[in-house]
């Protein structure tokens, strides 16, 4: 038998450049994204409550969302003060938007807040097509910029300290995990 000792050591414990290897190995090694399940829940929950019948979307490489609206016609010219009530009327999740009232995740708020604010200050020209595509594309960017954080340096760096991930002296993962 032949037994070996290995040095270990934390992040903070490493150079400068044996940080940047860490980082890289870490983000190569540990690739998913772990908050799109919660991302999808809020979007699914949207699309269940709301006259979505299809939306389209992408975050990370590529990012857009489109949504095809299944309402009828009178409402969806409804504009202005009478949109706003209908939303209030038929929608009253929206007036509990602040407090993440979908799925209890911060998004919740975020996908709901254009018509919050419709609400809060109605306008004519916006239809309720509008307001929810306007509520889609605040979700993709929303999801959009939490995966940039995520994987970037500083997000890394932040999943190494918090999972207290050890490394070799040069920075890669520890061998025995």
Same mark, same amino acid.
């Given at each position: 038998?032949?037994?070996?000792?290995?040095?270990?050591?934390?992040?903070? @414990? *490493? !150079?400068? $450049?044996?940080?940047? /290897?860490? %980082? =890289?190995?870490?983000?190569?090694?540990?690739?998913?994204?772990? +908050?799109?399940?919660?991302?999808?829940?809020?979007?699914?929950?949207?699309?269940?409550?709301?006259?979505?019948?299809?939306?389209?979307?992408?975050?990370?490489?590529?990012?857009?969302?489109?949504?095809?609206?299944?309402?009828?016609?009178?409402?969806? @010219? *409804? !504009?202005? $003060?009478?949109?706003? /009530?209908? %939303? =209030?009327?038929?929608?009253?999740?929206?007036?509990?938007?602040? +407090?993440?009232?979908?799925?209890?995740?911060?998004?919740?708020?975020?996908?709901?807040?254009?018509?919050?604010?419709?609400?809060?200050?109605?306008?004519?020209?916006?239809?309720?097509?509008?307001?929810?595509?306007?509520?889609?594309?605040?979700?993709?960017?929303?999801?959009?910029?939490?995966?940039?954080?995520?994987?970037?340096?500083?997000?890394?760096?932040?999943?190494?300290?918090? +999972?207290?991930?050890?490394?070799?002296?040069?920075?890669?993962?520890?061998?025995?995990?």
């Amino acid at each position: 038998m032949i037994t070996k000792t290995i040095a270990l050591y934390s992040f903070d @414990e *490493l !150079t400068p $450049k044996a940080q940047e /290897n860490a %980082i =890289k190995n870490y983000r190569e090694t540990y690739s998913d994204y772990w +908050n799109a399940q919660e991302n999808e829940a809020v979007l699914e929950k949207f699309k269940t409550i709301f006259p979505v019948e299809h939306i389209d979307w992408e975050y990370g490489y590529r990012t857009y969302a489109t949504l095809t609206v299944s309402e009828p016609m009178g409402e969806l @010219e *409804l !504009t202005g $003060k009478p949109l706003a /009530n209908y %939303i =209030k009327t038929n929608y009253s999740v929206v007036l509990q938007a602040e +407090n993440c009232p979908l799925t209890g995740y911060y998004l919740d708020s975020v996908i709901l807040s254009p018509l919050l604010e419709f609400i809060k200050k109605p306008k004519k020209g916006p239809t309720l097509a509008d307001l929810l595509q306007d509520c889609a594309t605040r979700w993709i960017h929303a999801c959009h910029d939490d995966y940039e954080q995520y994987f970037s340096d500083e997000g890394i760096k932040g999943e190494i300290e918090a +999972n207290e991930v050890l490394f070799t002296f040069n920075g890669d993962l520890n061998p025995i995990n």
